[in-house]
């Protein structure tokens, strides 16, 4: 295997910022994802690569719901929260100016954008766990453009 090169490969894949929110009997997930895609027209899906160890996995699995928003590089002071990482137990979005829509779940007021999705089937896939979802919200929240990230290493985030 040609790690280096599959490294490069693999990292100059453009992906987005998001951050994925779920909850269960009252406790709030979330976590900032670049493994996000549009998966479907109709219905309007997205798939979202979940790492098999993340708690908010069994969140989504279990309650069939999930909520992403878009976020953009006037989003920093947001993000910086889940790019530090939030303690296991900790409320990832206390503190931090929230919306929340159909689902009740949170929403990044400085995001761009938002999805609503009810889970429609997941897949093992290796180290992370592929979720599906069938959007049955979504909407801009802030004008702007969603931040895209180019990685240096193709087997880290």
Not at 35 to 47: E, I
Not at 48 to 67: C, D, E, H, M, W
Not at 69 to 83: G, H, I, N, P, Q
Request: aromatic share 8%; glycine share 12%; charged share 20%.
């Amino acid at each position: 295997m040609n790690r280096d090169g599959i490294s490069k490969g693999l990292a100059l894949i453009p992906s987005g910022v998001f951050i994925v929110a779920a909850a269960d009997q009252g406790q709030r997930y979330g976590m900032l994802a670049s493994f996000v895609q549009q998966s479907g027209f109709d219905p309007p899906s997205v798939s979202v690569a979940v790492n098999s160890r993340r708690p908010i996995l069994g969140a989504i699995q279990k309650t069939g719901r999930f909520a992403i928003s878009t976020m953009s590089a006037a989003s920093k002071d947001s993000l910086k929260r889940f790019w530090k990482g939030v303690p296991e137990g900790a409320d990832p979005f206390e503190g931090l100016e929230v919306r929340t829509y159909e689902t009740g779940l949170p929403i990044l007021s400085d995001a761009v954008s938002f999805v609503e999705c009810e889970l429609t089937g997941s897949l093992d896939a290796d180290d992370h766990v592929l979720c599906l979802g069938r959007v049955t919200n979504g909407g801009a929240v802030q004008p702007g453009e969603p931040m895209v990230r180019i990685r240096t290493d193709g087997f880290e985030y």
